[in-house]
């Protein structure tokens, strides 16, 4: 590792340091999640929430219609912007879900994958290894279950579920599963180092949830797996739009809008376009 890397890697590290040792916002939401055990089978599906109450909405419906069995769905709320954390709010708040609002994040002055993944980190060292529920996983704000998906099904013979990332050469694979579609055994991690960091193992970039190719992956035997592929479809009404395809996962049962938080370009026409998609699948 060079010494520039290095310095990076400190001051990234120094930022989420800061991030844990920030008081938690103990609303009456988080004493009932913190005081509440898990049940035996319980699965929890945590939402990272950034700037766009518009899609977490469309999720919420979806989950509804689509998710087989009783789980616990949790929005840990990362947003940057305070108008639109009070609209998340009071959105969970209309639905029935319980919100979690997390401190500020200044990791996104580094960038919005290391935002990403301090998020992403703070809730399975806040919320996840508290509560310690039997089943547990994340997903993208802009994510949406489209097709019925048992997830207690998915993890009955496997430890791990979700989409499949996968980077090097032929000498040298790293592989690990993208942070916005990733599910868990809880006893299978519950004594691992969890780390969602973006990494570069050999100088080879894994994104967000990249960090647990060192606890996790690069421990595993990937073949036997069942893991979500990924196919990009165009639909007419994107014609025009800066990202002009949605990503269909493991065999179309997961659509993902993509660009939910409009980091890639400002723009309120395009929850107009996922609106009108989303009429296709509903």
């Known amino acids: 590792m060079t010494i520039k890397r290095m310095i990076f890697r400190l001051g990234v590290r ?25 049940e035996d089978d319980e699965l929890d599906i945590v939402a990272i929430a950034f700037n766009n109450p518009f899609v977490l909405e469309q999720q919420m419906c979806f989950l509804e219609k689509n998710m087989v069995g009783p789980y616990k769905y949790i929005v840990v709320d990362n947003s940057s912007d305070k108008g ?6 009071l959105l969970c708040e209309r639905r029935g879900v319980d919100y979690v609002s997390m401190p500020s994040n200044r990791l996104g002055v580094v960038g919005w994958s290391y935002s990403h993944a301090g998020a992403l980190n703070w809730a399975w060292r806040k ?13 993208d704000h802009d994510l949406y279950p489209v097709q019925k998906i048992d997830i207690r099904a998915e993890l009955s013979e496997q430890p791990v579920y979700g989409l499949l990332k996968e980077y090097g050469d032929e000498e040298k694979k790293y592989w690990y599963l993208w942070a916005g579609l990733c599910f868990y055994k809880y006893d299978f991690v519950k004594k691992m180092h969890l780390d969602f960091m973006p ?4 100088r080879t970039y894994l994104d967000t949830g990249g960090g647990n190719w060192y606890p996790m992956y690069s421990k595993m035997e990937r073949s036997g797996l069942h893991l979500a592929d990924l196919e990009y479809v165009e639909y007419p009404e994107m014609a025009g739009m800066l990202d002009d395809k949605m990503a ?12 939910g938080s409009n980091w890639k370009q400002k723009t309120e026409a395009r929850d107009a376009v996922v609106e009108a998609v989303m009429r296709r699948f509903f």
Not at 84 to 89: L, N, S, V
Not at 127 to 139: D, K, T
């Open 84 to 89: 639109q954390r009070e609209k998340i709010r």
């Open 199 to 202: 990494v570069a193992p050999n």
């Open 127 to 139: 919320i996840i290894r508290r509560r310690r529920p039997a089943y547990f996983g994340f997903v």
């Open 248 to 259: 269909l996962m493991d065999n179309g049962r997961w659509l993902h809008s993509t660009n």
């Open 14 to 38: 120094g930022l989420e340091t800061l991030l844990m040792l920030m008081p938690v916002r103990k609303t009456a939401t988080w004493r009932r999640l913190m005081a509440t055990p898990a």
